[in-house]
């Protein structure tokens, strides 16, 4: 018979002390990530992908221009395009690449669309910005690429693996609701659509600043350049989009650069501003911002001419007549239809959206 060693009990001891702590921290660690629920809830909007059971043929990546001026529920309900909007706030080109590069471990859409506003951007910005892209990322290499792409001075790596070290001072700002959230967080996009249904119509914006040089930045051109790439490898056809949101500025010289990029590398291109009335956007009816963005409206409006274009010059299935496809939409399509009742519903109360 062959006699087991056993640990010293010192060594016992010690195990159970690592685990107890690791445990610790990783409780510790939910309680004190931010939950963004009910305070700037597009924080929460990258997780929300890992949730989805269905494939998705067109995929959405990009900036506000996309999450709240694209409606995936009405790409189903015209035309039965299933898509998804892997979008985030001032989400910046390498990381839609990254987000895109993510999105392929876990499938492989026919169309990848995105909106060209975030090459203006040519290093990084923000920190508050960059956790409310990468945070919500399953870890892999992937993410851990986004990070080092995306870091400002001031940011490191390990902050991000072990966001507790980022977070450990939040203990003053805890509420009910870090507990409430800690494992499981309420739904807040449609496929990553952020809705909006209240209206207040374009005014006036102030004078574009004149630039001393309109080249875009090579970093951010280099991140195109890897997305169509990617997308080129893999059989995926890229679409580069400009919504029609007014500000910030898009200057001339800019679409100009992307107009000759598309036509060098036989790409889709809509500059959707220039494209307004063809679409029917009304910009007294058709924003919640005074321009910046989309209502429920608008992005119902844009996502019907869009998938017109899909469904005519791609071959996408329509996913209307998959039992499958029927019985998760029915339930997407509740909850959008839920959610526009809702905010009607403060609207009347309150003449405002309060919980969006």
Not at 53 to 76: A, K, Q, R
Not at 98 to 114: G, I, M, N, Q, S
Not at 206 to 213: G, Q, V
């Amino acid at each position: 018979m062959i006699k087991r060693k056993r640990l010293p009990g010192w060594a016992g001891k010690a195990a159970l002390f690592l685990a107890v702590l690791l445990v610790t921290l990783f409780f510790l660690q939910r309680l004190l990530m931010p939950k963004y629920m009910s305070d700037i809830v597009e924080g929460a909007l990258t997780a929300e992908y890992y949730e989805e059971t269905t494939e998705h043929e067109v995929l959405f990546v990009g900036d506000c221009e996309v999450y709240e001026n694209f409606s995936p529920i009405t790409l189903y309900e015209e035309y039965g395009i299933s898509s998804y909007i892997r979008g985030s706030a001032q989400q910046l080109a390498w990381q839609s690449y990254y987000l895109l590069e993510d999105t392929l471990r876990y499938e492989t859409p026919k169309a990848v669309v995105f909106n060209v506003l975030a090459l203006k951007y040519d290093e990084p910005q923000s920190e508050a910005y960059n956790r409310m892209t990468i945070d919500g990322m399953k870890f892999s290499k992937t993410k851990l690429n986004a990070v080092k792409a995306s870091m400002t001075d001031r940011e490191n790596m390990l902050d991000y693996i072990f966001p507790i070290l980022r977070y450990h001072s939040r203990w003053s700002d805890l509420s009910g609701e870090d507990v409430k959230y800690m494992f499981r967080k309420d739904k807040i996009s449609h496929n990553g659509y952020y809705m909006r249904i209240d209206v207040r119509p374009v005014k006036e914006f102030p004078e574009p600043d004149i630039l001393a040089d309109y080249t875009l930045g090579s970093y951010a051109m280099g991140y195109l350049d890897k997305m169509r790439e990617l997308c080129e490898e893999k059989g995926i056809a890229l679409i580069l989009v400009k919504s029609p949101s007014l500000f910030p500025h898009w200057y001339d010289e800019w679409d100009e650069q992307i107009a000759a990029y598309a036509k060098e590398y036989g790409l889709d291109y809509f500059n959707y501003e220039k494209l307004a009335d063809a679409v029917g956007i009304d910009y007294n009816t058709d924003t919640y911002d005074a321009g910046l963005h989309m209502n429920l409206a608008g992005a119902e409006k844009l996502s019907g001419y869009f998938g017109q274009y899909l469904k005519e010059n791609y071959e996408l299935t329509d996913y209307r007549d998959d039992p499958q496809y029927q019985e998760v939409y029915a339930e997407k399509i509740r909850f959008y239809e839920d959610m526009e009742a809702a905010q009607r519903k403060e609207l009347e109360e309150y003449g405002e959206i309060v919980s969006y």
